[in-house]
Structure formats: structure tokens, C-alpha cells
């Protein structure tokens, strides 16, 4: 069983964000598999890398969409982003300076948050997104 299931109530009805939005729990799956597995922390490392790209690129993508769509609540939704990405990227550094190793409590941490990101204001800009035509 996938550590964070794909499943309907994680999709937001735009194929863009979907396809970003699964990609981002397949990498997760993918390295808690290999933390289960016991895989080396330089590699695990170099997946919660990997997984943070995927991340930062679905996220990138989002901010398009938002501009592109004049989306008014964009500036609430940036700083959930921002205030994630101020997490993760403290996180990596523990990681790479070898301070913690990546811990399952991370993995958690990854799989609640983006869990209820897609959830909640996923599906609201969503739903903003698909009364301006955009499926």
C-alpha cells in the first residue's frame, strides 16, 4: 500500500495541476519506499531533493495559472507555498549537512501538508480556475 494514496478526493478537476499533483506523490511514495527499505541517507537525501524540484515546479506552474487568470486569493495561496517551501528548505539543509537524517517524521510532515494542500485551497483556486474555462 502507497504511503499517500492517489485518489479522487486529491484531484482538482484541472489536468495541469492533477498531473503536477500526482507526480508529487509518486516521488513521495517513491522515498518512503526506500526509507522503508533502508536506503542510505545520501540517497535519500538526493530523492527529498528530487521530490522538493517536483514540488517547487507544480508550484511554479500554480503561480502561471494565478496570473494568467488574475486569480484574487493568489496572494494568500503564494504564501502557504512560501511558508512550505521556508519549512522544506530548512529541513533540506539539515539533511545535507548530515544535522538529521530524513526521518519518517518528515515524510508525515510531507504527506499531511500537501495532502491538505490539494484539499483545501487546491480545490478552491480550482474551482475558480474551471468558472473561467480552464479544465
Known sequence: MAFLEWSSDLRVGIEQIDQEHESCVA????????????????RLVEMFDGLMEAIEHGFAAEQSLFEAHCYL????????HEAFMKRTIELQW????????????ALEFLNAWLSNHFRGP?????????????H
Open 94 to 105: 539539515e539533511f545535507e549537512i548530515g544535522k538529521v537524517p530524513v526521518s519518517s517524521e
Open 122 to 134: 487546491d480545490k478552491a483556486c480550482a474551482e475558480f480556475f474551471r468558472k473561467h474555462g480552464l
Open 27 to 42: 516521488l513521495l511514495n517513491v522515498l518512503h519506499a526506500a526509507m522503508m527499505a533502508g536506503a542510505d541517507n545520501a
Open 73 to 80: 486569493s493568489a496572494a494568500d495561496h503564494l504564501a502557504l
